[in-house]
């Protein structure tokens, strides 16, 4: 602003990203709001391995599996988080949806340098939230867990027969998110 409290110049947009942070043992973490597609409760998901959301199916990842994290039992916050990206699509268990945050791309700090191996492949880096630190999910790692659940499942057998339907009658109205 100029003295007189006119405008001078114009802004520079600054980019910025958007990210769910959820709770998964006690521990936070940030995916990428561009491939959060929706929201399950358990009772909506059910216990299946694949859901089928719309007409889309969603083969279920376990990321605290993944991650080497313990296995909570499910809570009344327990959520289902259906991921889609280029035609690619998963769904990942969560003990708490913490929020949706946008921050601008310099606030996502690098990883330090302990991280030397696959996990710079698993991580985009680290997100303050509130008090705690949320390590972001690289978005590109979670859709190549999704590919290898669903050649998994096809190669059990298990598709067809842990399958549930959600939404699926106009009637019912259960939405995704």
Same mark, same amino acid.
Request: include cysteine.
């Given at each position: 602003? @100029? ?12 980019p %910025?990203e958007?990210y769910?942070i959820v709770s998964?043992?006690?521990r ?5 709001? *561009?491939?959060?597609?929706g =929201?399950?409760t358990?009772? &909506? @998901?059910? $216990?299946?391995? !694949?859901? #089928?959301? +719309? ?14 994290? #313990?296995?909570?039992?499910d809570?009344?916050? %327990?959520?289902?988080? =259906?991921? #889609? +990206? ?6 990942i268990?969560v *003990?708490?949806?913490q929020?949706l ?7 996502v700090?690098?990883?330090p $340098?302990?991280?030397r191996?696959?996990?710079r492949?698993?991580? !985009?880096?680290?997100i303050l ?5 949320a390590?972001?999910? $690289?978005?590109?790692? =979670?859709?190549?867990e999704?590919? &290898?659940?669903?050649?998994v499942?096809?190669? /059990?057998g +298990?598709? /067809?027969? +842990?399958?549930v ?5 106009p009637?019912?109205k259960?939405?995704a998110?």
């Open positions: 602003m @100029s003295l007189r409290g006119r405008l001078a110049g114009s802004a520079v947009p600054v %910025t958007r769910l998964l043992d006690s936070l973490f940030a995916v990428s709001a *561009d491939v959060v597609h =929201l399950l358990m009772e &909506e @998901s059910e $216990s299946a391995s !694949v859901l #089928a959301v +719309q007409g889309e199916e969603y083969p279920f990842m376990d990321l605290a599996g993944l991650l080497g994290l #313990a296995h909570m039992n809570g009344p916050e %327990t959520r289902m988080v =259906l991921l #889609a +990206q280029a035609g690619i699509r998963g769904c268990r *003990d708490l949806v929020g945050m946008e921050v601008e791309r310099g606030q700090l690098a990883l $340098s302990q991280f191996s696959d996990e492949n698993w991580y !985009v880096g680290l939230f509130g008090q705690d630190v390590v972001g999910l $690289s978005p590109m790692w =979670l859709m190549s999704a590919i &290898e659940a669903r050649r499942l096809a190669a /059990q +298990q598709r /067809q027969s +842990q399958f339907q959600v939404g699926s009658n009637i019912l259960r939405p998110c």
